[in-house]
C-alpha cells in the first residue's frame, strides 16, 4: 500500500480535499497511519462528519490495510 494511492483516494471522494497521509511510527509500521485533509466540504460538518466522510473514502481498506488511523480535518483557509 502506498501513502499516495491513500491520499488519492481520499482526494478522489471528498470535493477539492488536499490530503497528507504519513507513517508516524516508521516504514517499519505501514499500518499505522496519520492523515491530515483540508476541504471546503467539511464547511458546516461537525468533527464526526468530517472524520466520516474520510473513512467512507477510504472504505475497505480502513478494515483490511490500515490498522490505526490518526487523523486530523479542517476546511480550507481563504
Known amino acids: 500500500m502506498e501513502l ?11 470535493p477539492d480535499a488536499e490530503a497528507t497521509v504519513t507513517q508516524p511510527r516508521g516504514p517499519d509500521d505501514e499500518d499505522h497511519l496519520a492523515a491530515t485533509v483540508v476541504s471546503p466540504a467539511f464547511e458546516g460538518e461537525t468533527l ?4 466520516q466522510m474520510v473513512y467512507d473514502a477510504l472504505g475497505d481498506r480502513m478494515t483490511t490495510e490500515i490498522h490505526a488511523l490518526e487523523l486530523s480535518t479542517r476546511v480550507a483557509d481563504d
Not at 464526526?48 to 472524520?51: I, L, P, R
Open 4 to 14: 499516495a494511492e491513500i491520499e488519492n483516494a481520499i482526494e478522489d471522494a471528498i
Open 48 to 51: 464526526v462528519d468530517q472524520h
